[in-house]
């Protein structure tokens, strides 16, 4: 049971290059959702997802597309990366499970992928 | 949207000592989140607390939805505690679509 995959770990791109980051969870969770951590600001939602075929956007979702072909599998795309996009990203996967009183959503995140625009 | 403040923004501790972390948010709220990201960047669930109080070993956490606070205790902090603490809450239109407040950096020293 890995978890949340992501990859690759580091990346650096030129202004204007295009690239996918890939994820991937084996929990059979049914939420997915990427983010951006910039220093000081925590963590910024980009995309999600409620399930195979199924996204929409988050808080700074411009610049970058996601689909979701299988429930296992989340990538992000940058369309053409630019030094704005320099960050750290989160992808994770979460469920909800209600029980009388008290729900849960079980967040779990992958190890992030460092990506510099130069 | 909701605004999430966390306070202190940043915070040292000797090792042993207690601390309180805080969380407002703007709004109200059907539950919230703790999360740790350890000195090497890995984000882990702490807690999921709309209300109440819940505790897990040294560290607990207590939120306070009429008031629009919460707040995480760590008892006799170890050097492994070290990292940013976040709270997040969810926004209108979707309990996946979380909130992060900016976290607070926490360094225990030995």
């Known amino acids: 049971n890995a978890g949340v995959t992501q990859t690759p770990k580091f990346q650096v791109l030129k202004t204007g290059q295009s690239m996918t980051l890939q994820c991937a969870q084996d929990?059979?969770?049914?939420?997915m959702s990427w983010y951006r951590q910039d220093p000081g600001m925590g963590l910024r939602l980009i995309h999600y997802?409620?399930?195979?075929?199924?996204?929409d956007q988050g808080e700074v979702p411009n610049g970058y597309n996601v689909s979701r072909s299988t429930t296992e599998d989340f990538p992000l795309r940058l369309l053409s990366a630019a030094p704005s996009q320099t960050s750290v990203y989160f992808c994770?996967?979460?469920?909800?499970?209600?029980?009388?009183?008290?729900?849960?959503?079980?967040?779990?995140f992958g190890s992030g992928t460092r990506l510099t625009v130069v | 949207g909701i605004q999430v403040e966390q306070s202190p923004p940043d915070l040292i501790l000797q090792e042993g000592a207690n601390s309180t972390l805080r969380c407002n948010f703007s709004?109200?709220?059907?539950?919230l989140q703790w999360f740790h990201q350890n000195p090497w960047g890995q984000l882990i669930n702490l807690f999921y607390?709309?209300?109440g109080t819940k505790q897990n070993g040294r560290l607990s956490a207590t939120t306070v939805a009429t008031e629009r606070y919460s707040l995480l205790y760590i008892s006799s902090s170890q050097t492994t505690d070290s990292g940013v603490y976040f709270c997040?809450?969810?926004?209108?239109?979707?309990?996946?679509?979380?909130?992060f407040g900016a976290g607070t950096r926490l360094a225990v020293h030995p």
């Open positions: 994770a996967s979460s469920y909800q499970k209600i029980s009388p009183g008290q729900g849960h959503y079980g967040y779990t």
């Open positions: 997040a809450v969810p926004n209108r239109g979707g309990y996946n679509k979380l909130i």
């Open positions: 709004d109200s709220v059907n539950n």
């Open positions: 929990m059979n969770h049914e939420y």
């Open positions: 997802s409620v399930g195979a075929g199924i996204t």
């Open positions: 607390i709309p209300s």
